[in-house]
């Protein structure tokens, strides 16, 4: 009955709180690379990878309508940004590491049991950037992290799962930018 929102709310200790999603980063990078492995892509719902297209519809557009358009009024079209978000979509895949994504990796899709973290939710999980659900986890609507302690738990992610990956830590967590912008655009 208890999710990690509910869990992090409740607690005051930051250095708790970080002891958390560092238990939560290390299942999110097992879950990456074995949820990759033969996972068939016809199992996932709208498409099967994180691509540059479903940036563009599902997140850039959907921002310029939902949020610039109907919540602020704003007479502009996705085609006024269109070559922004064509820069911000080629830039958020450049350097990603795929695996599987669950694509909506916040507080409320972990649920935690005797210490224990458990994903649910996974009608968006498709291939993709990890670092895509990272971003989700740390820049997480429901739960206001502090400056500090999303630093901290960055700073644990970019050392931790590139060696788990074997890739490069600057080009996985410049990934992490980009992805961290657009999942704003979709939030």
């Given at each position: 009955n208890v999710n990690l929102q509910t869990l992090v709310l409740n607690t005051e200790n930051p250095e708790e709180?970080?002891?958390y999603y560092k238990s939560v980063i290390d299942c999110l990078g097992i879950l990456s690379v074995s949820g990759a492995k033969d996972f068939d892509p016809v199992w996932t719902y709208q498409t099967s990878y994180y691509d540059q297209d479903l940036i563009l519809e599902k997140e850039c557009r959907y921002f310029v309508n939902a949020f610039l358009r109907n919540y602020l009024g704003m007479n502009i079209r996705f085609n006024d940004l269109e070559d922004e978000f064509r820069?911000?979509?080629?830039r958020a895949i450049e350097f990603s590491v795929n695996g599987f994504m669950h694509r909506d990796m916040q507080s409320r899709n972990i649920m935690v049991e005797n210490d224990r973290f458990y994903f649910i939710d996974f009608?968006?999980?498709r291939l993709g950037p990890i670092q895509y659900d990272l971003a989700s986890l740390l820049m997480d609507p429901y739960?206001?992290?502090s400056p500090w302690v999303r630093n901290q738990l960055l700073n644990y992610s970019g050392n931790t799962l590139p060696?788990?990956?074997n890739i490069n830590p600057d080009k996985f967590l410049a990934c992490y930018?980009?992805?961290s912008i657009t999942r704003n655009l979709q939030i």
């Amino acid at each position: 009955n208890v999710n990690l929102q509910t869990l992090v709310l409740n607690t005051e200790n930051p250095e708790e709180i970080i002891s958390y999603y560092k238990s939560v980063i290390d299942c999110l990078g097992i879950l990456s690379v074995s949820g990759a492995k033969d996972f068939d892509p016809v199992w996932t719902y709208q498409t099967s990878y994180y691509d540059q297209d479903l940036i563009l519809e599902k997140e850039c557009r959907y921002f310029v309508n939902a949020f610039l358009r109907n919540y602020l009024g704003m007479n502009i079209r996705f085609n006024d940004l269109e070559d922004e978000f064509r820069s911000l979509a080629d830039r958020a895949i450049e350097f990603s590491v795929n695996g599987f994504m669950h694509r909506d990796m916040q507080s409320r899709n972990i649920m935690v049991e005797n210490d224990r973290f458990y994903f649910i939710d996974f009608q968006g999980g498709r291939l993709g950037p990890i670092q895509y659900d990272l971003a989700s986890l740390l820049m997480d609507p429901y739960v206001e992290l502090s400056p500090w302690v999303r630093n901290q738990l960055l700073n644990y992610s970019g050392n931790t799962l590139p060696s788990l990956l074997n890739i490069n830590p600057d080009k996985f967590l410049a990934c992490y930018t980009y992805c961290s912008i657009t999942r704003n655009l979709q939030i």
